[in-house]
């Protein structure tokens, strides 16, 4: 009888720094960046029993999402020409804005909700976050749904 996988959303401060850097080597070794576990795990100082032991129980968080479409939403200033920043780095990126609400700003700061498809994103759900987040005006930017 198979055991029911269960699944959770960690967020990665928190996580022990093995599983991190399996995490890393995994990337690098679906990149292209390296060509073996024995380079990957040698660039992130793990070793290749702990890569072993984790590998196959650890996934990012884009990879467990099929769906094209993803709903965010983040804290942006009340300053002209940012919500047009934030535009621009999403269609740089692939991201097509399929809706867009914003709220009237209280204390210079609105809180924006956009459904993005993302089927032509030339970057991870994770790396487009994360981006976001470094575009002027915009403050913590989260996930908060897929369709």
Request: aromatic letters at 8%; glycine letters at 8%.
């Amino acid at each position: 009888m198979r055991r029911e996988e269960k699944f959770f959303l960690i967020r990665s401060d928190i996580l022990p720094e093995s599983i991190v850097k399996t995490i890393e080597a995994k990337k690098m070794l679906e990149s292209g960046e390296v060509d073996t576990v024995n380079e990957a795990v040698d660039r992130v100082g793990l070793s290749r029993s702990a890569f072993y032991k984790y590998k196959d129980g650890i996934f990012p968080f884009n990879s467990m999402m099929s769906e094209t479409i993803m709903t965010i939403t983040f804290a942006l200033e009340h300053t002209s020409g940012y919500l047009s920043r934030v535009l621009t780095y999403m269609a740089d990126q692939g991201g097509n804005v399929l809706t867009i609400n914003q709220t009237i700003p209280l204390q210079g700061i609105a809180s924006v909700s956009m459904s993005v498809d993302m089927a032509h994103m030339k970057v991870s759900s994770t790396e487009f976050l994360d981006g976001l987040q470094q575009v002027p005006g915009v403050r913590k930017a989260m996930i908060v749904g897929r369709g």
